[in-house]
Each structure stands twice: as structure tokens, then as C-alpha cells.
């Protein structure tokens, strides 16, 4: 049976997830995103407009993480330097022609994907998926019972000891059936690396998406970040991973089959430890943003062992040296999501 992929992220984890797909030879895959960004160029369109439109900075990002075209590299670079480009007013070109579509074709974000095929003489390896097509917000509650509304409010407390305990939507919107549809019919189900609440537990939210991960037979396979967030993932383990998608996708850890929150874990091969003795730059680097390598001692890998999640460490890391930042090599990926999926 061919392998009907759906990855499930944003930011600048999920396109690197899509790229390795892509190079590993994969099509047509499903990728989802949220769309309740209410930070930087499209929080400030959300705003002038009243909350009455969804983000799209995720779903742009993961649709040019799509452009599978070798020809046409003229129209490929003319497209991404138009979309990426930002006038004097800090307005983005690509955000405008993506939202005039959208309104073009009422909100029908297939043929605005079909449009800019056509347009562009290019072709998508997959399809981009909002989770949904209501606008909403992200809200969360804090471990001090502070409340925030809007997805900017987790940059803004990003290095706070001010834990996140409990994340909602407001209004609450229904998921779109094609994101249900997807996530029902795939045989892997991908949780990409990124902020865990905001670009991926928030897309568990909307109405529909529980019953349709409990209704879908796929593997879902969750890649863990390279660093944590203050406030969201410091000094987390693979168990406590489990816990919190066991909370927002309301699936048993002890379940059948295929009803787990997740079935394979990919982390890093090298534990905190080690890592911090190789590369101390690094770590001091993310130490200073109070944040810390995220790698794990075979032990603490092996108590998934109890809940039968398979753990696949690779080293899939690769190190700008002038920043000193981590990321995921989408060509170390490829050959490791090869293997897992087929």
C-alpha cells in the first residue's frame, strides 16, 4: 500500500520534516498546520482586520516547503523572493497575494494551491492543510494562574520559569474536513519538531481532530526538538512527552494499537551529557536563553518500552557554526524516515 504521509506542525520545524520526506522520495503528503498565529506580520493583519481571518504564516511556510519542481527554477526563485519580500510598512507581498486568493476563491485554500501551480508553471509535492478555516486564538494558563490570549504571548514568556499547564482556543472552531479527512485515511502520522504548544498541540484542538485521531489506524511518529523552551519543555523527558500528548489527543498511552498518542519516538543518539561535553559553545549559547539540549540517557529512552513505543535515536543534527544553533539536516532525515516508514 503506498504510504499516505501527514505531517503536523509549523514554524521552521515542519518544512525541514517536509523536505526530508520529499528527498526520501515521498508524495502527495498531507501537511498540517495551525492557524491561529496572532505574532509578527500576520498578527498585525489579523488584527487590522477585525480577528476575521485565519493565519497563514504557517501554511505558506509549508507550502514552499512543497515546490518539488527542478524546472522553472527562474519562476521558483522569482515566487519566494516576491513572497518573502516586506515594504517599508512591514507588509508582506507573499501574506498579500495569499489572503487576496483566499478571498478570491472564499477561502477555498486547494484552488488558491491549484492557482499558484498554474501561475507559476510549478508542482506541490503534497497539499498544505490550516487545521482550521474559524478564526480563533490560542489561549494558555500558567502554573501561577496567569491567563494569556494569543499565540505572541508564548514568544513574549518564552524564557519564563512561568510554565504552561493548560492550553484552549477561544472561540472554539471546528477543524477543517480536510484535515480530518487526512489525518482518518493515513497510514503515518507526523508530529514535527517546533513549539510544542503553539504549532502542535494547538492543532489537536479544534473540533473533530480527537475523533479522527482515534478513528485513524496510522503510526504516528513524533521528532522531538534539538533545544527546550523555558516555558514549555525544560527538563523534559520522553515520558513527560507521552503524558502531554496523552492529554490533548486523548489518546491511551496503554491503548490497542494504534490508538497510542504516538508508536515511534525519533530523538537524538546523544544524551545531554555528552552532547554539552562536545559542542560546550553550543550549549553555552542556549544556556544563555535558558534553554538546554534535549538527548536522553538510553534509560530514560527505555521507559517507552513499558507503553511498547519504539525509540529510534539518529544523529540527524546539523550545527551553523557562526550562530551556533542546532538543526535538523533534511538530508540525514531523509534516509532515517525512509527506513522508518517503509
Known amino acids: 500500500m503506498k504510504s499516505k504521509i501527514v505531517t503536523i506542525g509549523g514554524g521552521t520545524g515542519a518544512p525541514v520534516i517536509i523536505q526530508a520526506l520529499l528527498l526520501a522520495g515521498f508524495t502527495n503528503i498531507s501537511c498540517i498546520c495551525a492557524s491561529m498565529d496572532s505574532g509578527g506580520k500576520t ?18 511556510r509549508n507550502l514552499l516547503a512543497l515546490i518539488t519542481s527542478t524546472n522553472h527554477k527562474k519562476n521558483i526563485h522569482a515566487f519566494t523572493d516576491m513572497v518573502s519580500f516586506i515594504d517599508g510598512r512591514q507588509r508582506n507581498l507573499g501574506y498579500t497575494i495569499y489572503y487576496a486568493l483566499l478571498e478570491k476563491y472564499q477561502n477555498n485554500f486547494l484552488a488558491v494551491q491549484d492557482h499558484l501551480e498554474k501561475l507559476l508553471g510549478i508542482k506541490f509535492g503534497g497539499t498544505a492543510i490550516p487545521i482550521t478555516s474559524g478564526s480563533s486564538n490560542l489561549c494558555f494558563k500558567t502554573k501561577d494562574g496567569q491567563i494569556f490570549r494569543g499565540e505572541h504571548e508564548l514568544d513574549k514568556q518564552s524564557m519564563s520559569k512561568n510554565t504552561i499547564t493548560k492550553l484552549w482556543l477561544d472561540p472554539k472552531v471546528e477543524a477543517t474536513p480536510e484535515a480530518i479527512t487526512a489525518i482518518k485515511r493515513a497510514t503515518h502520522i507526523i508530529y514535527c519538531p517546533g513549539s510544542l504548544y503553539g504549532s502542535i498541540l494547538s492543532n489537536f484542538l479544534p473540533h473533530g481532530i480527537k475523533t479522527a485521531l482515534k478513528a485513524s489506524k496510522a503510526k504516528k511518529i513524533l521528532i522531538t526538538n534539538l533545544v527546550s523552551n523555558r516555558n514549555q519543555t525544560h527538563h523534559f523527558t520522553p515520558k513527560k512527552y ?86 535538523h539536516d533534511p538530508a540525514k532525515l531523509s534516509k532515517i524516515l525512509k527506513k522508518i516508514i517503509k
Open 242 to 327: 507521552l503524558r502531554i500528548f496523552q492529554k490533548y489527543t486523548g489518546l491511551d498511552p496503554a491503548g490497542r494499537r494504534g490508538k497510542k498518542p504516538f508508536d515511534i519516538l525519533l530523538a537524538p543518539k546523544q544524551s545531554k551529557l555528552r552532547f554539552n561535553r562536545l559542542h560546550p559553545k553550543v550549549a553555552a549559547s542556549y544556556a544563555g536563553e535558558h534553554s538546554h539540549f534535549l538527548g536522553w540517557s538510553k534509560k530514560k529512552l527505555h521507559r517507552l518500552d513499558h507503553y511498547n513505543i519504539k525509540v529510534v535515536t539518529s544523529n540527524t543534527i546539523s550545527i551553523t557554526q557562526q550562530l551556533n544553533r542546532l538543526r
Open 43 to 60: 498578527g498585525t493583519i489579523r488584527s487590522d482586520e477585525r480577528d476575521q481571518v485565519i493565519a497563514i504564516s504557517d501554511l505558506l
